[in-house]
């Protein structure tokens, strides 16, 4: 458990990014693969806001064995739509908004189970094909559509940085999305202030471009090994 030393790392990009510590760099304990007992262990070894998980079946399977008393979880992995029901039951919040269909599907079934849902809207940032998230051009439609549904609430965006050990070509992912954000803040005058960005290996360089919560699972927890949990 590298606790410190990621809280360490995190406090100095933030001040190399000239950030002041008043404004809190949430930590999102990215948790799949692992066990509830090794989630039960890393919640007292730090101080994490959320734990993320990419996969319904997963977080089902070990929210039943987690206990009432939680932090919330946030779902971070693509969201199919016949998963939406299932997704709102167990995550308090939905970070993988990135069509309109599934944000009008999520909505709808939100107001089926009286719930109000904060969401984050992905955006890809990085061009892979391999990666979800809304594409640039098709980013403030989905933001005006998102704003207008009633059992939605837009609390900012998230993005997964690009698979490259080119620095400049990772911030300039990094950066896409806050220039997204702040467009998006302008022409509707919202807060919109969550900017979700920075794993493992390129959170520094998101706090320098703004990041507001990070989302580590390997630095925190070890190795990924894929198992059935
Ligand atoms: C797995 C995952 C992470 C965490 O990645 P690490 O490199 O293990 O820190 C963060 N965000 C998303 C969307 C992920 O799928």
Redesign the pocket.
């Known amino acids: 458990m590298n606790a410190e030393e990621i809280f360490a790392r995190i406090n100095k990009a933030r001040e190399k990014a000239g950030r002041p510590d008043s404004e809190k760099i949430f930590f999102t304990a990215?948790s799949?693969t692992r066990t509830v007992d090794e989630m039960h262990e890393a919640e007292k070894f730090m101080c994490i806001d959320y734990f993320?998980e990419?996969r319904i079946q997963e977080a089902e399977n070990k929210n039943a064995l987690f206990g009432s008393r939680r932090i919330p979880w946030r779902l971070?992995?693509h969201l199919q739509a016949n998963k939406v029901r299932k997704a709102l039951e167990i995550f308090d919040y939905i970070d993988s908004i990135d069509s309109i269909e599934l944000a009008q599907r999520v909505n709808r079934i939100a107001g089926e189970l009286h719930k109000v849902t904060h969401v984050l809207i992905e955006v890809n940032t990085s061009g892979e094909e391999s990666k979800s998230g809304v594409s640039h051009q098709n980013f403030n439609e989905l933001v005006d559509n998102v704003i207008g549904l009633e059992n939605l609430r837009l609390e900012g965006f998230m993005t997964?940085g690009p698979l490259t050990e080119n620095q400049s070509e990772i911030r300039r992912s990094f950066a896409e999305l806050r220039g997204l954000a702040e467009g998006a803040r302008t022409s509707t005058g919202l807060a919109l202030p969550v900017l979700s960005m920075g794993?493992?290996?390129d959170f520094e360089l998101a706090i320098l471009e703004g990041s507001t919560m990070v989302?580590?699972?390997?630095?925190l927890f070890g190795p990924?090994v894929y198992k059935n949990i």
């Open positions: 990215v799949k993320g990419n971070i992995g997964v794993m493992s290996d989302r580590i699972g390997t630095l990924r």
